[in-house]
């Protein structure tokens, strides 16, 4: 399903991903750990076919990434969901499922559980960002992709919203989906993800089947010191001058 052969990623003089290798076959579930800046996000973009590499190729299901058939079979969550604020959820919707050529009614009922259930007529632009965050979930997945990208989803959701997409998410793995999480917040994901790939400095580091540990295990069995997810330290504060 997915197959990255020696990706690098640049901007200028910066190496944002560096003869990045792996390959994912379908049904599998892969989380993408590692510190700001370690190369996650842009790895997620070359699979999402949002970016080219400099040098080495991406193919999802025997496709380039930027394909349209590879567009097709893939859906990105993305962190920030890309939506037209002066639409209303509904005008949303309704846009992506005629992109996709999938009919609207399914995918209003997606809504159904969540806090947008009785909001089709509220502007984008009026949501808070968790609602954002759920009607992204949905505008990129209504068309029911193999692969499932996600970045960061569960950020602004509460407690409930997380819940309920963790049971989304389980039921995608049943349906032998492959999916690529990438998160800070693993505990929601510790029992579901089959493999771990662990970045540092634009390189994948590690890369450990899950079979025998959970998530947690893996990453105090390979980095002690939790240094490769720990968030980058804010700048201390300039001494004030007397």
């Given at each position: 399903?997915?197959?990255v ?20 076959a ?25 970016a ?43 846009f ?28 984008v632009r ?28 569960t ?8 819940t ?22 693993l ?29 947690t ?11 490769l997810t ?6 201390a ?6």
């Open positions: 399903m997915i197959d052969a020696s990706a690098t990623v640049r901007f200028g003089d910066h190496t944002a991903l560096s003869e990045a290798q792996f390959s994912a379908e049904g599998e579930f892969v989380c993408l750990v590692g510190r700001n800046g370690s190369g996650k996000t842009t790895l997620l973009r070359l699979m999402a076919g949002l080219e590499p400099g040098t080495g190729q991406v193919r999802i299901a025997g496709h380039a990434a930027t394909d349209l058939a590879a567009r097709t079979v893939r859906g990105f969550v993305q962190a920030d969901p890309p939506l037209y604020d002066y639409l209303t959820v509904r005008e949303q919707l309704s992506v499922c005629r992109l996709h050529g999938v009919r609207l009614e399914p995918a209003l009922e997606r809504l159904r559980h969540t806090v947008l259930a009785d909001r089709h007529d509220a502007l009026e949501l808070s960002l968790g609602m954002r965050k759920q009607l992204g979930l949905v505008a990129a997945t209504l068309h029911d992709p193999a692969l499932v990208l996600m970045d960061e989803p950020n602004a959701l509460d407690a409930a919203a997380v309920a997409l963790r049971e989304t998410v389980r039921g995608w793995h049943a349906q032998q989906r492959t999916l690529v999480l990438c998160t800070h917040d505990a929601w994901a510790e029992d579901l993800t089959d493999r771990l790939l662990v970045l540092e400095h634009g390189r994948i580091l590690h890369d450990v089947r899950l079979e025998d540990e959970t998530v295990a893996a990453l105090r069995r390979l980095d002690p010191t939790g240094a720990r968030p980058d330290p804010a700048p504060a300039e001494e004030s001058v007397r």
